[in-house]
């Protein structure tokens, strides 16, 4: 595997919110490797940061996010041509960052309920982006498109319902016809925030067996945002275990769940029910609540909540430490480790 | 036991302290402060700032332009216009902050029974209220005019009746949406009386926005007291009002040969209708950040 | 389409008699004798002939015969008279509504155009200058009264400079001079209504462009006025023409004090008088007028409503 087959790289993202003239931080020096065609989780509670962090990459923010990186690569890979983007220099609406919205993005977000436009049918709406990237196609060459995509993703009776208007399909339905709108134009990179998190549970298991599908089959890498752990462990490639803007712990899936390193992470572990659970045994709740970002104190960020917690663990940032190849936590618990950055 | 509600306490005066430092910064809510309680302190003192008596007519200073003697100058009849500025601030101010207020407590008590009744009374009362809100104001006061006569008494009457309906839809929502609630609905599976649950909750949830609606619609009163006592239909012309020293302003000759006459009243009403708009917006800023 | 707006024309029948039989018996309680409005004075005379006319319209029948025989009456163009000119309210009328209609219409037209653009411009550049600017002016517009605004109007361009006319409609000079009376009305009730329209614009646009769906028509990478007009206003636009459709009963209602100011002779100056001097049928009949005039609002609102809103055009 070579550096080329890194799609996304991302160096250094800080990106803090100026609410009552004050900065509150957000996500704070988060680095990242997405490898072409593996799905990389971003997981943690509610509030730590991991939506903010895609969003960040993007470039899809209000006007009071600031947005700091040292670069934020795309590899784009055409045929055997490959070029490089960083992201960070690109202007949010710009030309160039547009172009590669659709064509080698995909979004899909958390709410099908509210990211499709009321008004327009959607079979217009997946079509829209893909009129926009391809100047030269007549709308009858779309719609064929837009046909193909919605019988691939099992809406039924696909002629009929590209008239249809949002309000008459069902929460998994309409999330197919976002996943459709994220990637009619056959991008590269898919990012995920929160999927299912609205749909019900067997919904839930369609798409994301849907999602799995689209990626084993047609090679494309997948940014999953969740903190369903259950989504994790059939998914994910990769893990990044997030705490209030820090990446805590990062790892392949094995190294997540054999070997959880992170008191949060092992937290976050114990709280999900597994199947084949002793029986008899409770599952825990992380003591504590998540701290007010605009309240944090220097340290560890999880010290209050945590059964390890020590003195230093309350001074300066703490480092990562690489515990095995390729696994990295931040906590002071592994310092007899390598410090890596 | 103790140590809860202290420190809860604690938390409401920080907040009230973060609200309070909040509002402060807020530059224009502060100038509205101070231009209302300037204007309304005026009013309240009057006697000790001038000495003319605002009614008393002198035939021998008719339509003085402003000088040291007549700050603000005289009208046709030699009335002193500070004076009766002053005075009629008393009644402008009087009329649009008794109308707001009687007409929230109307809302508040009209929004209360169609929440807390529910089905048809509600029902009643939104098409009621909708009716209200529809219909033109200004023509709404009108033909209660017409009904009632003019007067200051009735003007009262008439804009509390005409004042109530965003207080009422404000309250009755908060109702609403409360019964929703599973804690009310849990409160009542354990024999707790809803009603006790829900008034508890609802009257400080609402308060904030009610207090906005009312500096809104004090605001507007006194610019209706204004529109109807130009139209002669207000407070009698005989009691000083903003609105009846404007009145003078109907005559052309007035508009173009005495100045003084229509631009200060004139002047004066937006200045204060203005310090209250502000310091309203500056007080929905700090307790209803939701809506701005 | 045609089966709703027939549906909705037919559902403002029911409301239109309930406000006139409101209306109507607000005139019974008034205590004025049916007589001096539903009968032209020239016709009435001694007091045995009145009596006599009473009894030949029926004026002594149940209250609810009356009612219809008073509706029917109005169906045909009969409004009875002022019980102080003496005039047929349906000429006063007739007179009177194109000159207000006229004003209100053009007001609607200017605030629509300069309050929505505005607005819609704040919400995109938030707390930009032109942003900052709009809400003080907002404010301003808002808090002047409205005849204090006009008589400046009048003291400046129509004293001082003497480019306009100081009042009424239209003095000889034809339609120059027409739209001369127009432009200090206008102005004046644009003025006032761009205020409310410029808030609401703004903070509707600044909720449509916070919503996910915008949010998903970016991440298409379609340029930003795409975004912002496909998008944005066309979302928007549905809220804001309701308040607009509202507006227009209020323009007739609430130009009362500046028809008084401007000497306009439309329905506003004659509410105005009539409630001076007490003539309840001419009241009641204006008062109709602007129930009426909700109704329309009401069914405009809808039917925009309907050709913007899926869920309302195919809904059953």
Not at chain 1, 75 to 88: C, V, Y
Not at chain 1, 250 to 258: K, S, V, Y
Not at chain 2, 147 to 171: D, Q, Y
Not at chain 3, 78 to 87: A, K, L, M, P, R
Request: with cysteine.
């Amino acid at each position: 595997m070579n550096e080329k087959d890194i799609v996304l790289s991302v160096k250094n993202l800080n990106t803090s919110f100026i609410s009552d003239r004050k900065e509150i931080k957000i996500v704070k020096n988060v680095s990242l490797d997405l490898k072409r065609a593996t799905t990389l989780a971003i997981v943690g509670e509610s509030g730590c940061g991991k939506s903010v962090t895609v969003h960040s990459i993007v470039k899809l923010m209000p006007k009071n996010a600031r947005v700091k990186a040292d670069y934020i690569l795309y590899n784009q890979k055409r045929g055997d041509k490959i070029t490089e983007f960083d992201l960070s220099k690109l202007e949010p609406y710009g030309k160039e960052m547009r172009a590669l919205r659709g064509p080698d993005i995909g979004m899909v977000f958390q709410d099908p309920m509210s990211s499709l436009n009321p008004v327009y049918k959607v079979g217009d709406q997946v079509a829209e982006g893909l009129l926009e990237h391809n100047p030269k196609m007549s709308k009858e060459e779309a719609k064929e498109q837009v046909l193909a995509m919605f019988r691939e993703l099992g809406i039924p009776d696909p002629e009929n319902r590209i008239n249809d208007f949002p309000y008459q399909f069902s929460g998994g339905m309409k999330q197919r016809v976002v996943i459709a709108l994220a990637m009619i134009c056959n991008p590269e990179i898919i990012i995920a925030d929160e999927p299912t998190t609205a749909l019900d549970v067997t919904i839930q298991a369609q798409i994301m067996e849907l999602m799995k599908s689209l990626q084993t089959e047609k090679n494309k890498s997948i940014i999953l945002i969740t903190h369903n752990m259950g989504l994790v462990a059939e998914m994910a490639d990769e893990v990044c275990v997030m705490y209030m803007g820090r990446i805590v712990e990062f790892g392949t899936l094995e190294h997540i769940f054999n070997n959880p390193s992170h008191p949060y992470t092992k937290a976050l572990l114990r709280s999900v029910p597994v199947l084949g659970m002793e029986e008899g045994r409770l599952l825990e709740t992380i003591p504590g609540i998540t701290p007010n970002p605009a309240e944090l104190k220097e340290g560890c960020e999880f010290a209050d909540r945590c059964p390890d917690c020590r003195d230093e663990c309350r001074k300066g940032t703490i480092p990562a430490f690489e515990v095995e190849p390729g696994h990295k936590v931040r906590c002071l618990n592994f310092n007899s480790f390598k410090e890596v950055d | 036991m103790t140590t809860i509600s202290k420190a809860a306490k604690g938390k409401s005066s920080s907040l009230l302290r973060k609200n309070i430092k909040k509002f402060v910064n807020n530059k224009l809510a502060m100038v509205g402060l101070i231009f209302m309680i300037i204007i309304l302190f005026s009013a309240i003192f009057a006697p000790l700032l001038t000495q003319y008596e605002p009614a008393k007519i002198d035939l021998k200073a008719k339509s003085v332009a402003p000088n040291s003697e007549h700050l603000f100058g005289t009208d046709k009849l030699g009335r002193d216009l500070f004076s009766r500025i002053l005075y009629g601030g008393r009644v402008s101010i009087l009329v649009g902050v008794v109308g707001a207020f009687s007409g929230s407590l109307i809302g508040v008590v009209l929004g209360s029974i169609a929440g807390y009744f529910g089905k048809w009374t509600d029902m009643l009362l939104i098409r009621l209220s909708e009716v209200f809100q529809t219909f033109p104001q200004m023509i709404l006061i009108l033909i209660m005019v017409t009904i009632l006569g003019p007067g200051l008494s009735n003007l009262l009457i008439i804009f509390s009746i005409t004042g109530w309906m965003t207080t009422f839809r404000m309250v009755r929502n908060e109702f609403m949406a409360l019964r929703g609630e599973t804690y009310v609905k849990v409160a009542e599976a354990f024999g707790m009386s809803k009603s006790s649950v829900m008034f508890k909750q609802i009257l400080p949830n609402v308060f904030s926005p009610v207090i906005v609606a009312t500096t809104v619609n004090i605001a507007g009163f006194i610019l209706s007291e204004a529109g109807l006592s130009f139209l002669g239909l207000g407070v009698p012309s005989s009691t000083p009002t903003w609105g009846n020293i404007l009145n003078a302003a109907k005559s052309i000759e007035v508009i173009s040969n005495y100045w003084w006459m229509w631009v200060i009243p004139g002047v004066v009403i937006s200045i204060f209708v203005l310090a209250v708009n502000f310091f309203g917006d500056g007080l929905r800023d700090v307790l209803d950040p939701k809506q701005q | 389409m045609l089966k709703f707006i027939i549906k909705k024309l037919l559902q403002m029948i029911p409301m239109l008699l309930v406000i006139s039989l409101l209306v109507f018996i607000g005139l019974e309680l008034t205590g004025i004798d049916p007589l001096s409005y539903m009968v032209s004075p020239d016709m009435a005379g001694s007091a045995e002939n009145l009596e006599r006319l009473r009894e030949q319209m029926g004026l002594n029948d149940p209250l609810f015969t009356r009612y219809f025989r008073w509706v029917s009456e109005m169906l045909r163009g009969d409004f009875g008279y002022s019980i102080v000119s003496g005039t047929p309210i349906s000429q006063i009328i007739a007179v009177r509504i194109p000159a207000t209609i006229e004003l209100a219409l053009l007001a609607l037209v200017f605030s629509t155009i300069i309050g929505v653009g505005i607005g819609i411009v704040s919400a995109i550049k938030q707390n930009g200058i032109i942003d900052y600017v709009g809400r003080v002016f907002a404010v301003v517009g808002q808090s002047i009264p409205q005849f204090f605004f006009g008589i400046i109007l009048i003291q400046i361009f129509a004293v001082s400079m003497g480019w306009f006319p100081v009042g009424q409609r239209i003095s000889p000079g034809g339609n120059w001079s027409r739209i001369q009376h127009l432009v200090l009305p206008v102005t004046t009730l644009t003025l006032s209504m761009c205020a409310v329209l410029m808030r609401y614009a703004r903070n509707t646009m600044l909720d449509v462009m916070n919503s996910d769906y915008i949010k998903t028509a970016r991440s298409k990478g379609i340029p930003e006025w795409k975004v912002i007009i496909k998008h944005g206003f066309r979302n928007a636009m549905r809220p804001v023409l309701v308040i607009i459709c509202f507006r227009l009963p209020m323009l007739i209602g609430g130009s009362v004090v500046i028809e008084s100011v401007f000497s306009w002779p439309g329905i506003g100056t004659i509410i105005a008088s009539s409630v001076i001097a007490g003539d309840m049928p001419v009241i009641m009949v204006t008062t109709l007028m602007v129930a009426a005039s909700i109704l329309v609002a009401s069914f405009l609102v809808d039917v925009f409503t309907a050709l913007l809103d899926p869920r309302v055009r195919l809904g059953d």
